[in-house]
């Protein structure tokens, strides 16, 4: 992008232009509730303009421009904020989090997605047994963020054994930080009935040994065997996770998100914090519509309307609220080794050559999937679609396609969620039936999970991994979600990967250079599909997303300057101020 393009607008000739933003000149304007000056305000407006002032009354932004201009605003109770150059920004929009799971893992026995041994990973969850004084002999022990992938020695796969190592009675459940697998020891196997002779369920396995024995590894609805078995946290837990959740997403800068995957006891929390007025982000929840056998489109969309009647609670004025307006669907696993649960067009390889396995059979049919997203478009929601392998993206771009027929007239915003391995043919149908694609960017580096995984991708599949930049290319609107807590909340780390593609810190000596052939986002890209896209996504793009007048003060504070930098510095970003609707929700010491 060009460097004029960031030139600061209170360079000589540009004061016209300014005004222009502000609202019109023949109106006296009445004073604003707070004034940013001197500062490098980056809106993502249509042109990127990069402007110096930003003024903000009853939760709104009522001019950009150049600081002299601002003065008009500015009266005796006006709260004026020298920004000394730091960078203003719209406030971040994550497009696909789990923020309550984020919450409750906050409060649970950690690993912390950490590489272990197997002694190291017994000795984590033994501490977490035995610092528990409170559990009894029957109640299940959960433990978080196991970074299955990671384990040491290379290569090496945890079975029940390992569980059984540790000394306690109780049964034992390990999820997995990509959130698709649990282990389970043997005393877990037993309470949920799991033997040799049980089948594997509608789109999930019960990994097993070479004679059959079930390992205590349970990928995919699998998961499903033991999780009945665990109560479900109390009022009061899935109350403080959502406290913690919003903590840390003002943190980060987050002001307005997509809870990917919602359930009742989460909306049930966030509808408290709602009414007692505590939200401190805008809140947007995607229903799960699952697809058991006997599967029933007209039911399920139902469903999702039922409890986007029981829970939508919008924002009054500029303060934030809760809106359920998106249905989740599930259309495959992932591709990462030793899962291999992603739906894939081609085989995946063994010993270097195409094998048999295309991963698993579709979770729902074509038919099914398009009847789904029909019935979805009728009733005004967006359709959001787990899809990691090439051959779950083209069966998401086929339904959305059948939808548009259907619906050509309708505003519906499709997302395909993570998009990792797409077919080159599927590059521009993203633009061309106006799908968006969900982004996870702290993926497209280099990295143990994706070194154990190449070898069954093949060449050409490793090579075009993580297409963020070849689908931007391709007309593609791309979207940011971190999908926290498959990984530690770090937005800007993010934005450091897409752009440049690499691994950080000791990965980066062994894993070196660049992730595929993709070319990376620029900074700006990288920006835009945080904020404006992901605001799209979730159609508030004219409310926020980018800071223009008339728009939400959806605004956040930088300790640097994104387009200053060297990119690899963009990691280390830290927040110094969030506020949303005027307000301001977070504050660095100091600032």
């Not at 407006?45 to 009522?62: F, H, K, L, P, T």
Request: a negative charge; charged letters at 25%; glycine letters at 10%.
């Amino acid at each position: 992008m060009k460097a004029s393009r960031f030139a600061l607008l209170a360079f000589a000739g540009l004061a016209p232009a300014l005004l222009a933003l502000a609202l019109p000149a023949q109106a006296k304007p009445q004073k604003a509730d707070t004034v940013f000056l001197h500062g490098y305000v980056y809106t993502v407006d249509a042109a990127d303009s990069v402007a110096e002032a930003v003024a903000v009354r009853d939760g709104q932004i009522v001019y950009v421009g150049a600081d002299d201009g601002a003065q008009a605003w500015i009266g005796k109770a006006t709260r004026v904020v020298d920004l000394s150059g730091r960078l203003l920004m719209p406030g971040l929009i994550d497009g696909h989090m789990h923020p309550q799971a984020g919450g409750l893992r906050m409060l649970g026995c950690n690993l912390d997605y950490a590489a272990l041994t197997q002694a190291e990973f017994q000795a984590r969850i033994q501490k977490c047994a035995d610092d528990d004084k409170t559990a009894g002999p029957d109640d299940w022990l959960i433990v978080i963020n196991w970074f299955e992938q990671g384990a040491k020695p290379e290569g090496t796969v945890l079975t029940r054994a390992a569980l059984d190592g540790v000394r306690t009675t109780r049964p034992i459940k390990v999820h997995s930080s990509f959130g698709h697998s649990d282990l389970t020891n043997t005393r877990g196997l037993k309470l949920a009935g799991i033997t040799r002779d049980t089948p594997d369920p509608k789109d999930g396995t019960i990994v097993r040994d070479a004679s059959g024995e079930p390992t205590g590894l349970l990928q995919e609805a699998a998961q499903d065997l033991i999780d009945k078995l665990i109560p479900a946290p109390s009022v009061e837990m899935n109350y403080k996770a959502t406290q913690l959740a919003l903590k840390a997403m003002r943190e980060q800068g987050i002001t307005s998100f997509l809870d990917a995957y919602t359930d009742i006891e989460t909306l049930t929390a966030y509808r408290t914090v709602v009414r007692e007025g505590g939200l401190t982000a805008r809140g947007h929840f995607a229903v799960l519509i699952d697809s058991p056998e006997g599967y029933d489109a007209g039911k399920a969309v139902a469903e999702v309307l039922r409890q986007k009647a029981e829970f939508d609670r919008p924002g009054v004025g500029a303060a934030p609220g809760m809106t359920v307006d998106t249905a989740k669907l599930f259309l495959d696993g992932v591709y990462s080794a030793p899962a291999y649960s992603a739906m894939m067009i081609q085989p995946y390889f063994e010993h270097g050559r195409p094998g048999h396995n295309r991963g698993p059979k579709p979770f729902f049919t074509d038919d099914q999937l398009q009847d789904t997203l029909v019935r979805l478009a009728a009733v005004g929601l967006n359709p959001h679609m787990h899809a990691d392998g090439d051959g779950s993206v083209r069966q998401g771009l086929n339904a959305v396609a059948a939808m548009r027929k259907v619906h050509p007239g309708e505003d519906i915003r499709p997302a395909i969620a993570h998009d990792e391995i797409v077919h080159s043919d599927d590059f521009p149908r993203f633009a061309e039936v106006g799908a968006l694609p969900v982004l996870s960017f702290q993926w497209e580096r280099p990295s143990v999970d994706i070194d154990q995984s190449k070898p069954a991708l093949g060449p050409v599949r490793a090579a075009l991994m993580e297409p963020a930049a070849l689908l931007e290319i391709n007309g593609a609107r791309i979207v940011y979600g971190s999908d926290w807590p498959v990984d530690a909340l770090n937005e800007w780390l993010a934005l450091q990967i897409a752009v440049t593609r690499t691994a950080i810190g000791d990965d980066a000596v062994k894993y070196p250079g660049r992730l595929g052939i993709d070319p990376g986002l620029t900074v700006a890209q990288a920006v835009r599909a945080i904020t404006f896209n992901a605001a799209y996504s979730l159609r508030q793009e004219d409310r926020t997303g980018s800071i223009e007048v008339g728009k939400l003060a959806d605004l956040i504070v930088l300790d640097r300057n994104l387009f200053k930098i060297k990119p690899e510095e963009i990691g280390g970003t830290q927040v110094r101020l969030t506020m949303v609707g005027g307000k301001v929700v977070y504050g660095a010491e100091g600032f």
